[in-house]
């Protein structure tokens, strides 16, 4: 049970206040685009996944919300898609792994390892906004 602090009303309804955000990247781009796309690597299907987990365990209402967005970044390494509040991306996404993400992570605050975007490519980012972050490193050259 949600304690009534912790709801907000939104459309006619109470939802809890959002515990989490999911941001799944469909930026397409045209084909033999230098820098690619997450649509060219699949990403419809895994925002159709997500979609489907999170109205099947009706997550809507639990504090979870979902959005897709254009570009987040990385895109040679897509599908790709970001956890909020802690800016936590994942990359090389497969609609099998929606479940397991919000299993894990959303539901026990344990980030999948295995889906992380390479240390690597995060390194330089030192805990602070990742949106901006991917975008400063491609005007800077660090991605291309």
Known sequence: MVPLQ??????????????????????????????S??????????????????????????GFALTNTGCLGPCHLGPSMLVYPEGIMYSGLKPEDAGVIIDEHLMFDQPVERLLVPADVRAWDHGQNPVRNWRYGFRHGRFL
């Open 6 to 35: 912790q709801l907000s009303y939104r459309q006619g309804a109470l939802y809890a206040k959002t515990q989490k955000h999911v941001l799944v990247c469909v930026q397409a781009r045209p084909a033999g685009h230098p820098r």
């Open 37 to 62: 796309s997450c649509q060219e690597k699949g990403c419809a299907a895994v925002w159709q996944a997500f979609s489907d987990e999170f109205t099947a365990r009706n997550l809507w209402v639990s």
